[in-house]
């Protein structure tokens, strides 16, 4: 039987600025797992979830309470997660920065990863085609991609890359100042990729500009990396306006569950919400986080965190001393490193041999980095994840071996003029 024409065209019926978005590119996307491999392009921990063993009293571990859940899955989640947000409050109600008013589950919204918190920011604040938001240029794709779903045009005030990549609160005030429809302001401290935490006294001048009606938004999901105390999220208690994100995906290494917090005053908490999912956090999710947030898990988190720290410096030791490596980019507050490689030892930053070294690593040694030289300041870099103390070993072993081949191969190449297309071809 013949069937008759379709009436349906997906170009007209989409929505155009679905049709023409540029999806985020996961790290996964370029080089799989294959189980051989050495992953240092992702910054997940390497060390694995920071939970302890369930004991002989099954207190305290994850292990002794899947069990029970299994028998629960029939029922839907807790869609309010009250023991769980109290939990977060208890991890950083430290009084570093403020002390008269601590965190409740008031001030909490838990989502699928912080990525349901960027999103639904928007869906709160922005008016498709209208508002706008702004970001700080190198930074995480995410809070594009986010703009461009919900209709959103994103400025930009850049990070100052002379400057390791400081915030510049002046400007960006300025910005604010002369764009009203500008409702949402992302900062990510420490920063991806440049791995330094934006300063208390600039958040404070962008918060308290005297006429721009907008949220500012801090995200902290590699908080745990940097020196203790450096999370502002009891801030949200003293500036109505100011949203904190954190997520368990790094530093507590469980990044498999999908679990975000947004830190906020208790009216844009109400917001949130209002409009997530009934149950956007399952019941398998819920229970390993609070046994990571346990006292006997936060000391496994702890010790890992240590070893990623003392892996950290053997990097920053390590690296330099093969011929290629430039600087170190930015900070070292992450557990990751922003590194130049350079067109010829003692060169300059090169996004060809940058580039030769992602691929040759990747597809000849089996360590997979992250290629980061398409980004405003970043020409040459490559961004590393902190292993293991093996995957170090390895990393420092494969990099010298492998630059040194490429310089072998290039003899007579000078510049690196003819490397922008390629770069390009690489979506951050």
């Known amino acids: 039987m013949t069937r008759k024409p379709s009436p349906f065209d997906l170009q007209k019926c989409a929505r155009p600025n679905i049709l023409a978005l540029q999806p985020y590119r996961c790290a996964r996307d370029d080089y799989k797992d294959d189980g051989r491999n050495i992953l ?8 694995g979830p920071g939970l302890a063993a369930a004991d002989s009293g099954g207190g305290g571990g994850a292990q002794g309470d ?4 299994l028998k629960g899955l029939n029922r839907y989640p807790d869609p309010n997660q009250l023991e769980l947000k109290q939990q977060l409050c208890r991890l950083r109600n430290t009084g570093t920065h403020t002390e008269e008013h601590p965190l409740s589950p008031e001030n909490v919204f838990v989502g699928v990863g912080s990525d349901e918190a960027i999103d639904a920011l928007f869906r709160c604040f922005c008016t498709p085609g209208v508002d706008k938001i702004l970001t700080c240029p190198p930074t995480y794709g995410m809070y594009a991609v986010c703009a461009q779903v919900n209709d959103v045009r994103v400025v930009e005030v850049a990070l100052d890359t002379a400057n390791g990549f400081a915030l510049r609160p002046d400007a960006i005030n300025e910005v604010l100042s002369r764009d009203p429809t500008i409702k949402l302001v992302y900062f990510s401290s420490p920063g991806n990729p440049t791995g330094n935490l934006v300063g208390k006294s600039a958040l404070r001048e962008v918060l308290g500009h005297p006429s721009w009606n907008g949220v500012v938004v801090l995200d902290e999901a590699y908080v745990d990396f940097a020196s203790d105390g450096s999370s502002l999220a009891g801030w949200v208690t003293e500036w109505p306006n100011l949203v904190v994100m954190q997520t368990l995906s790094k530093a507590f290494g469980l990044a498999g569950i999908r679990l975000g917090v947004a830190f906020t005053s208790p009216p844009i908490t109400k917001l949130l919400n209002n409009l997530k999912a009934p149950y956007n956090i399952s019941s398998l ?10 006292p006997k898990s936060l000391e496994v988190m702890r010790a890992n965190r240590a070893q990623i720290l003392t892996q950290r410096d053997r990097m920053l030791a390590g690296l330099p001393k093969i011929g290629g490596i430039g600087r170190f980019m930015g900070g070292q507050d992450a557990n990751f490193l922003l590194v130049e490689i350079l067109d010829k030892p003692g060169g300059k930053p090169c996004n060809r041999v940058a580039l030769a070294l992602y691929k040759g690593l990747a597809e000849k040694k089996g360590v997979v980095v992250r290629f980061r030289g398409k980004e405003l300041g970043c020409e040459g870099c490559l961004r590393i994840t902190v292993g293991t103390e093996d995957e170090v070993g390895r990393l420092l072993v494969e990099v010298k071996q492998t630059l040194s081949e490429i310089y072998s191969e290039q003899k007579g190449l000078s510049s690196c003029e003819g490397s922008a297309k390629e770069a390009n071809d690489i979506i951050a």
């Open 40 to 47: 240092l392009d992702a910054n997940e921990n390497a060390y």
């Open 285 to 294: 999710a819920s229970a390993l986080a609070i046994s990571a947030l346990s």
């Open 66 to 69: 899947i069990g029970v859940l």
